[in-house]
């Protein structure tokens, strides 16, 4: 009797699974059905050739190759390089910043607790829309125009942007480039190496000191053996504005400081609650064995409360990414802006340029997820 009772259950269970895939389905056809009969209705022209027409907008910033004459697909790949490039610099400072924050809520330090915990009640509570507007309106448009600028080592700050000398790569600098590239590879190896070391012996190796070295000295080697092959432009002032360097527009500015704020404020308290969830016993047996506070929590507290923080930061950095798309409110050219905004409004092509821009945020979003995923399994504790 149970297991006829267990046979009616399953084939139950698949019929109701078949029906809701078929359900599934006809909402599909449905809607994709619904989507043919009105562009056919509408005479609007589908298919991707509009990727090959010329765009005729420019762009205020284009880190590849583009101007009025190129085509929609340029377009598109400039956005999408503006959105990676503002997306992958605030996941990097947002959580420099969040860490940094988080750590410093736990502090014995009255002052830098209330300071830290300030910071997270105040920046998480404002919507980042008006975070964005308040870096662009009421900061760097209020700074001095170019001939006041701030300046600082070549560097100078005004109501136009951030200018700052620009690398020039002569003859050599690929190698002194491969140099520092090896020089990464060879202080990653050699810190998996020092942790093997480390969990067979209990002896530390100086992993800091030789990574310095690697990643600086063999590049400076290389540097001065081909000859400085690597110069800076420094930018100068010529009538009322500046020539030459690199100009970082305020509009990117604004957008990477709202990104990163916004974003610490969770991260920091995904921190303190990681921390939190490490039993306090970890931490007095650290001391007891001698450590310092900041031994005994970057290397007893933080890789296990990492198995607490990680899946929760990685959905901090999804949020980050679809966050950017609010730079079209300060006109920043990021990929929502370009593609689903002003070639969408010229083109007219909405169902193509909806599914596309729809694709490419997916994509985005699957990789991090993946690549936080793969980092989450590589450094998982294992209970022993």
């Known amino acids: 009797m149970r297991g006829f009772a267990r046979s009616v259950r399953d084939r139950r269970a698949i019929a109701l699974q078949a029906i809701l895939v078929f359900c599934i389905a006809a909402l599909v056809w449905f809607f994709l059905e619904n989507a043919r009969s009105?562009?056919?209705?509408?005479?609007?022209?589908?298919?991707?050739?509009?990727f090959w027409n010329t765009a005729g907008f420019g762009v205020v910033q284009a880190l590849i190759p583009y101007d009025e004459t190129s085509t929609y697909f340029r377009a598109f790949l400039v956005g999408l390089a503006n959105t990676l490039l503002v997306s992958a610099l605030g996941i990097v400072f947002a959580t420099v910043i969040g860490f940094l924050v988080g750590i410093g809520r736990l502090s014995s330090n009255w002052l830098v607790a209330r300071l830290c915990g300030g910071y997270?009640?105040?920046?998480?509570?404002?919507?980042?829309?008006?975070?964005?507007?308040?870096?662009?309106?009421?900061?760097?448009?209020?700074?001095?125009?170019?001939?006041?600028?701030?300046?600082?080592?070549?560097?100078?700050?005004?109501?136009?942007?951030?200018?700052?000398?620009?690398?020039?790569?002569?003859?050599?600098?690929?190698?002194?480039?491969?140099?520092?590239?090896?020089?990464?590879?060879?202080?990653?190896?050699?810190?998996?190496?020092?942790?093997?070391?480390?969990?067979?012996?209990?002896?530390m190796l100086p992993t800091g000191r030789l990574a310095l070295g690697a990643v600086v000295g063999l590049p400076l080697v290389v540097f001065l053996l081909a000859g400085a092959p690597i110069s800076f432009?420094?930018?100068?002032?010529?009538?009322?504005?500046?020539?030459g360097g690199l100009r970082l527009i305020p509009e990117f500015v604004a957008l990477l400081i709202a990104l990163s704020t916004y974003t610490a404020a969770f991260i920091a308290e995904i921190v303190r609650a990681g921390i939190l969830a490490v039993p306090r016993g970890q931490s007095e047996a650290a001391y007891s064995l001698g450590l310092r506070r900041g031994l005994a929590l970057r290397l007893i507290v933080l890789p296990q409360a990492l198995r607490v923080i990680i899946p929760p930061l990685t959905?901090?950095?999804?949020?980050?990414?679809?966050?950017?798309?609010?730079?079209?409110?300060?006109?920043?050219?990021?990929?929502?802006?370009?593609?689903?905004?002003?070639?969408?409004?010229?083109?007219?092509?909405?169902?193509?340029?909806?599914?596309?821009?729809?694709?490419?945020?997916?994509?985005?979003?699957?990789?991090?997820?993946?690549?936080?995923?793969?980092?989450?399994?590589?450094?998982?504790w294992v209970e022993r």
């Open 233 to 243: 432009e420094v930018p100068e002032l010529r009538g009322f504005n500046f020539v």
């Open 120 to 203: 997270v009640e105040l920046l998480r509570n404002l919507p980042l829309l008006f975070q964005i507007l308040f870096w662009y309106l009421a900061v760097l448009a209020s700074l001095p125009a170019p001939r006041n600028s701030f300046s600082l080592l070549g560097v100078y700050v005004n109501n136009r942007g951030l200018i700052l000398p620009r690398p020039v790569f002569g003859d050599g600098a690929e190698w002194v480039l491969t140099a520092f590239v090896g020089g990464v590879v060879l202080a990653l190896l050699f810190r998996a190496h020092a942790r093997r070391r480390q969990a067979e012996t209990g002896e």
């Open 315 to 380: 959905s901090q950095y999804l949020n980050l990414t679809k966050n950017s798309s609010l730079a079209v409110a300060i006109g920043y050219p990021d990929f929502f802006a370009l593609f689903a905004g002003t070639t969408l409004n010229q083109t007219g092509q909405a169902t193509e340029i909806i599914a596309i821009t729809m694709l490419v945020y997916l994509a985005i979003s699957l990789t991090t997820s993946a690549a936080m995923n793969w980092y989450n399994r590589a450094h998982a």
């Open 38 to 50: 009105n562009v056919a209705a509408q005479n609007t022209k589908t298919g991707f050739d509009f």
